[in-house]
């Protein structure tokens, strides 16, 4: 059973950035495609971004622009760049793998397309 964890959370000011990473295990790390999400108390969680076998990414519209998403296949870590960071990106972001097997290109990004959640971690965005 595949399973992620988050790490890098943190306080940072408006327009300032932070980068997340994502360790994975549980499945060959070549074999998967990984999704960043993110939830704020009272809300669904919402797509962020995702990273196919083969480095495709895809990015939710709110964050296109400001959000990277990249993977090493060496250190099996998926790192989400955050940049010109707003308010409204204050949340417990989560990352997790994918449910199905995909073709190398395809970018998941519906919630029930992933499993194996972290257990989050928080960003805060503040003066």
């Known amino acids: 059973q595949a399973q992620a964890m988050e790490s890098g959370g943190g306080l940072v000011q408006p327009g300032a950035s932070l980068t997340l990473s994502c360790s994975t295990s549980?499945?060959?790390?070549?074999?998967?495609?990984v999704g960043w999400f993110r939830q704020t108390p009272g809300t669904e969680r919402e797509f962020v971004a995702s990273i196919s076998l083969n480095s495709k990414t895809e990015y939710a519209n709110f964050v296109k622009g400001r959000f990277a998403v990249s993977r090493d296949n060496t250190k099996e870590t998926v790192v989400l760049h955050m940049g010109r960071l707003k308010p409204e990106d204050s949340a417990v972001y989560y990352c997790a793998v994918n449910r199905f097997k995909s073709s190398p290109h395809y970018t998941p990004s519906a919630l029930d397309e992933f499993v194996g959640w972290g257990q989050g971690t928080q960003v805060t965005v503040s003066s």
């Open positions: 549980g499945r060959p790390f070549n074999d998967i495609a």
